[in-house]
């Protein structure tokens, strides 16, 4: 199985900042990989897939990079309902998993 | 509007077994995959299996193949899971998700709200 490896697993930032969150897979996953965001109490969202596109209806300031095994969030100008958990996914190879999660909180 | 309407939640006693449902509207049922996630309290997510409501065939993680059985009705659109043999590390919210194919990889683009599962005595 293709482990996901999250970092950091919370943050602290403040409204207007800018974060990154990072996802290491064990093995190359060829840029298939997602980003989901969940707020406590809720089911995940998509955000991103294939490493880059954005899902529909998620706004401009989230972006993903990465190739590889490296992989990373971006989310510009933090707003107050950005803060919530973060999580990774595989996408490439079954099973599909998702990385432990980074929580953003306000700082 | 794609919609996974989940059943309501669960408090069941150790060793018994428990059937939660996910039942979907707003699209063709029968083409696109249903998986099934686990998350523990406070943990990350788990993949528990899918399956094609088109055909009913079904592939399972394999720590959870003799825990979970998934079937689905097409009649209804409503996909089901069957969770055996309960203990307290069946404690979780379970979803229930729609398989997204970019044309590169699987994806998950809508989930029903989650159904908390209890097991305690």
Known sequence: DIQMTQSPASLSASLGETVTIECLASEDIYDILAWYQQKPGKSPQLLIYDASSLHTGVPSRFSGSGSGTQYSLKINSLQPEDFASYYCQNGLSAPLTFGSGTKLEIK | ?121
């Open chain 2, 1 to 121: 509007e794609v919609q996974l309407q989940q059943s309501g939640p669960e408090l069941q006693r150790p060793g018994a077994s428990v059937k939660l449902s996910c039942k979907a509207s707003g699209y063709t049922f029968t083409e696109y995959y249903m998986y099934w996630v686990k998350q523990r309290p406070k943990q990350s997510l788990e993949l528990i299996g899918r399956i094609d409501p088109e055909d009913g065939s079904t592939d399972y993680v394999e720590k959870f193949k003799n825990k979970a059985t998934l079937t689905a009705d097409t009649s209804s659109n409503t996909a089901y899971m069957q969770l055996s043999s309960l203990t307290s590390e069946d404690t979780a919210t379970y979803f229930c998700a729609r398989a997204y194919n970019s044309g590169y990889g699987w994806y998950f683009d809508y989930w029903g709200q989650g159904v908390m599962v209890t097991v305690s005595s």
